[in-house]
Nanobody
């Protein structure tokens, strides 16, 4: 059974930074890990992902150049460094893992990110 535990959300002013972490436990192969977010009244959307073995990264256009997804192989942890945050980045951020470039087989519980203007 795969478990994902997120941490690092919070309240930050526009232009600030936050780093989210997601620790994974359990076994899964040919997998990627990534981040999605869901703002109030909106659908969940893809933010970023990283292929666990190769380290290749993918980003939504809305966060390119501001967010960086990385992983610590030894700690089974993926990170989302978020810089130059905007109020429209406010959402619950979910960690995800699974097969494929946009992983969605397993989900964390979510962590709130609030960006004030």
């Amino acid at each position: 059974q795969v478990q994902l535990v997120e941490s690092g959300g919070g309240l930050v002013q526009a232009g600030g930074s936050l780093r989210l972490s997601c620790a994974a436990s359990g076994r899964f192969s040919k997998w990627a890990m990534g981040w999605f977010r869901q703002a109030p009244g909106k659908e969940r959307e893809f933010v970023a992902a990283i292929m666990w073995s190769a380290g290749s990264t993918y980003y939504a256009d809305s966060v390119k150049g501001r967010f960086t997804c990385s992983r610590d192989y030894a700690k089974n942890t993926v990170y989302l460094q978020m810089n130059s945050l905007k109020p429209e980045d406010t959402a619950v951020y979910y960690c995800a893992a699974g097969a494929g470039r946009i992983p969605s087989d397993y989900w964390g519980q979510g962590t709130q990110v609030t960006v004030s203007s």
